[in-house]
């Protein structure tokens, strides 16, 4: 008697490239989007409401609910019996785990090297030291003829790019004129570029520049050195927590 030969489960055909890249792009669309709801609440803001969530967010709310449900369990927000929404507990857990984890070095020293490479010149990282100023980070220039300030030394605060940079915010008076440019102040054959950095907790983390020789710092020089420092100043601000838009220039918005 002869047997029909048994037939293997027929295996389930894989998903086309189309379906899942298309899965790929909702997924990475939903995350967008419940970062977007994060971002909606306010400093001034009580509970919010979902029609006012959606709204901001343009979002429509059976959308927006479910993502704040998905927010809502994982403690990224949490829902009041009311109905509003605040801002939930883990966000503060990850913004403590951030802050311990916060290393200046790792921020700051990528900023220079960038200057460094891209004007040849030295590039200096300063913070505050009570009524002065220390050399806390320098990457050299290549070149023979160069600005020097060993690491660790100190020098007046308020006299200088550097000493001017990092009390730039105190007055107040609004966002001030930056970068500070200063020409044979510290040494009569040396001019400085400098900015402030702003750190999570909105205080000033220290302040980033280039030193260059005098007779290098041509008109050109300057403005290619005023834009890298405010380039660096922002984006280390950026990812020390701090607020780029007090540092008061059009780039803060890039």
Do not use: W
């Amino acid at each position: 008697m002869s047997r029909t030969p048994s037939r293997k489960p027929a295996k389930p055909k894989a998903a086309a490239p189309q379906a899942r890249a298309g899965l790929a792009d909702g997924n990475v669309r939903a995350v967008d989007r419940a970062i977007a709801l994060l971002g909606a609440f306010r400093d001034e803001d009580g509970p919010l409401g979902l029609a006012e969530l959606s709204r901001r967010v343009g979002l429509n709310m059976t959308t927006a609910l479910r993502l704040l449900q998905t927010l809502e369990a994982q403690g990224f927000v949490q829902r009041l019996p009311s109905g509003g929404y605040l801002l939930g507990a883990t966000l503060l857990l990850l913004g403590e785990r951030f802050r311990r984890s916060l290393r200046l070095d790792n921020h700051v020293i990528p900023a220079l090297e960038r200057l460094r490479a891209e004007t040849d010149e030295s590039a200096v990282f300063f913070v505050r030291d009570g009524d002065q100023r220390r050399c806390l980070y320098r990457l050299d220039s290549p070149q023979l003829v160069r600005a020097y300030a060993p690491v660790g030394e100190v020098f007046p605060l308020g006299h200088g790019a550097h000493g001017r940079a990092l009390i730039a915010l105190e007055d107040g008076a609004g966002p001030p004129a930056l970068p500070v440019v200063t020409r044979a102040e510290r040494h009569p054959d040396l001019a400085a570029i400098a900015a402030p950095v702003l750190d999570a907790a909105g205080g000033v983390a220290g302040s980033i520049g280039v030193s260059v020789p005098l007779y290098r710092f041509t008109p050109e020089m300057e403005a290619l050195c005023r834009r890298l420092t405010m380039r660096e100043a922002l984006q280390v601000t950026r990812e020390l927590g701090g607020d780029p838009r007090r540092l008061g220039t059009d780039m803060a918005a890039d």
